[in-house]
């Protein structure tokens, strides 16, 4: 199949912006309950109508300050509350919140406040201050710099006190659907970021078609208050849609800002989400901690059985879904129920204990584990999209999952496969284009059609499947075309693999660069009596590249000979965004590692 339509759900607001669902939800369901905030360790709530006097007083600080209508105001913080009071503040002012990642360095943070032309900047704390301090006399357009850290919120309260609501008002009921909401800078994996300008109405059409689809999966069982945990980087596209979704849909929404799992699974019990929105990386470090915890109780026997029992319970439920099968027999639903209370309850209790579905994006979650945390009782819906369709574009509907694959177009959505298997999009979440770049809008905008640089597949259900991108085809000196990301992703499904570059660009064979995940292993060396060595020795160890050896050979199944790895590099360290090897969003940066381990690389063609 070449081509595949999903007509939408939502129709198209005429008139308004986003920060109208705030004042709508306060008029309409002045005590129902939008937000958990987290103060002093505890979780508090805050209804529609707090949370609207709380945005409506911001709103007026901003315009004492002189933000006016179609303003850019930069904001450079991680995932907090105080995120989401600035975004729907400035919206209700017809002002354009423009993220910058809080890591980003401060050239990073130049370019993106000079290209913006943003005339204030909201920093979490004084780091940031001095990120954007080291730059700033090459800024003359930036008058303004508030931090969060420092109480900028109730100082901006309090000098606003004097401007009449109806200031606001005036403000909020000037901006349309097709007014700019925001500029968001890509990642940069090739470049310098470019800004995706995206309006109101692409995170109307964005927002309200995802809630109508997906509505009934945000909750864990019937009548019950739907609620997420959003843990996802706000200066990301995804965690942006998360958030306008959210406050459109009434569901109560909380904030954390880390994803370390000392900080993540305590908020997640004490919050108890019904459904969560993640990158895979999350559902796999959820999974090798249970697998690890498994190991060390001495029942890894007994787990690794439940994961297989609940793999194969979920693909006969898929095959009955898709009329492939009559669904887990007899024998296998004793199994999976003798496993309920023994492993799958206790992963969904590290979950919180509600979560029964969640969403996942930003990268390809491997199969296997999408059917395992289905048959364990947590349904993800794995999603496809970007910054410049508005976060996903596709995603699997809730009752014909397809593991594996990431699901038919998003309603109001078309997904065309070029002649080339470049994926073409089509929908009202597709950008206007990038800022102050007309010709890299033009190579990516073809009569309302996004050329999304990425090749993928439609099967004939309208499933569409990604196999690669068109710039990161290998093509190797005896002339094999190899996509690396199917043979990273199966690597990396090792618990001991933190991250795999594959490499064979103009070389004679495939080979790849490795880097270890530092809790397993040191998991794994425990197990086996084996001493902590330093990330130096440790990489020689035989009895380590005997294991990372399995994950290769396996990767190696899913292809031919001639695209196969054939040797790899263990790394003493991770790929990391200081030293420039990852994007923000954590996406490999090819050509960067390619030059930082040029030595390593050599080795393994002529070592």
């Not at 995120?83 to 980003?104: H, K, M, N, R």
């Amino acid at each position: 199949m070449r081509r595949f339509s999903v007509p939408p759900l939502a129709t198209a607001p005429q008139v308004g912006g986003l920060a109208d669902a705030v004042y709508n939800n306060a008029a309409q369901s002045p005590d129902h309950v939008v937000l958990g905030r987290k103060t002093d360790g505890e979780w508090r709530d805050v209804t529609a109508a707090a949370f609207r006097d709380e945005v409506l007083a911001l709103a007026k600080g901003l315009l004492a300050h002189g933000i006016r209508f179609g303003d850019r105001v930069g904001i450079m913080a991680r995932t907090r509350y105080e995120w989401t009071l600035f975004d729907f503040a400035l919206w209700s002012i017809g002002a354009q919140p423009v993220p910058v990642y809080p890591t980003s360095s401060s050239e990073q943070v130049y370019w993106m406040l000079h290209d913006s032309g943003a005339v204030a900047c909201v920093v979490e704390h004084e780091d940031h201050a001095m990120t954007i301090g080291a730059v700033v006399d090459r800024l003359p357009q930036l008058t303004r710099l508030w931090q969060l850290d420092a109480g900028v919120v109730g100082e901006l309260t309090a000098s606003g006190t004097h401007i009449d609501d109806e200031v606001v008002s005036r403000h909020r009921f000037a901006v349309t659907p097709d007014a700019v909401a925001t500029v968001i800078y890509t990642s940069g994996t090739t470049g310098r970021p470019k800004g995706c300008v995206l309006t109101h109405a692409n995170f109307m059409a964005e927002a309200d078609n995802v809630v109508a689809r997906w509505e009934p999966v945000f909750h864990s069982k019937p009548g019950d208050e739907a609620g997420t945990l959003l843990f996802l980087p706000l200066a990301h596209v995804f965690g942006r849609m998360v958030e306008v979704a959210a406050i459109r849909a009434r569901v109560r929404l909380g904030h954390q800002p880390s994803l370390a799992a000392k900080d993540l699974i305590p908020d997640l019990a004490a919050f108890k989400p019904t459904f969560t929105l993640a990158v895979p990386y999350v559902f796999e470090k959820v999974f090798h901690a249970a697998r690890r915890k498994a190991e060390g109780d001495g029942r890894l026997g007994p787990f690794d059985k439940a994961v297989d029992v609940a793999v194969r319970y979920a693909e006969a439920l898929e095959h009955k879904a898709f009329g492939t099968g009559p669904g887990p027999g007899p024998g296998l639903r004793m199994q999976h129920q003798v496993y309920e209370k023994l492993v799958y309850a206790k992963v969904r209790a590290a979950l919180g204990g509600r979560m029964r579905h969640g969403m996942s994006g930003g990268s390809g979650m491997e199969r296997r584990l999408g059917l395992f945390f289905a048959g364990a009782g947590v349904t993800i819906y794995e999603g496809y999209g970007l910054t410049e369709s508005t976060a996903a574009a596709t995603a699997n509907p809730p009752e014909r999952t397809r593991f594996g694959t990431v699901g038919q177009p998003v309603p109001g959505t078309t997904v065309h496969i070029a002649d080339d298997g470049e994926v073409w999009l089509r929908g009202g979440q597709v950008f206007t284009g990038y800022l102050n770049n007309p010709k890299a809008t033009d190579e990516v905008l073809h009569d309302g059609w996004l050329a999304t640089g990425d090749l993928g597949a439609l099967d004939d259900d309208g499933y569409l499947t990604i196999t690669g991108r068109k710039k990161e085809i290998l093509v190797t000196s005896g002339g094999k075309s190899v996509s690396p990301v199917l043979l990273e992703e199966r690597v990396r499904a090792h618990p001991l693999v933190a991250q795999c570059v594959v490499i064979g660009n103009d070389r004679p064979f495939i080979a790849a660069l490795v880097t270890l995940d530092p809790e397993s292993v040191t998991h794994w060396l425990s197990m086996r009596g084996k001493p902590q060595l330093p990330p130096a020795q440790l990489v020689r160890d035989p009895d380590l590249e005997t294991e990372i050896r399995r994950a290769v050979v396996a990767a190696n199944t899913l292809v031919s000979q001639a695209e196969s790895i054939r040797t790899f590099r263990i790394l003493a360290a991770q790929f990391s965004e200081e030293k420039g090897l990852l994007t923000p969003s954590l996406k490999l940066k090819r050509k960067a590692i390619e030059k930082s381990y040029s030595a390593e690389i050599e080795a393994l063609y002529h070592g």
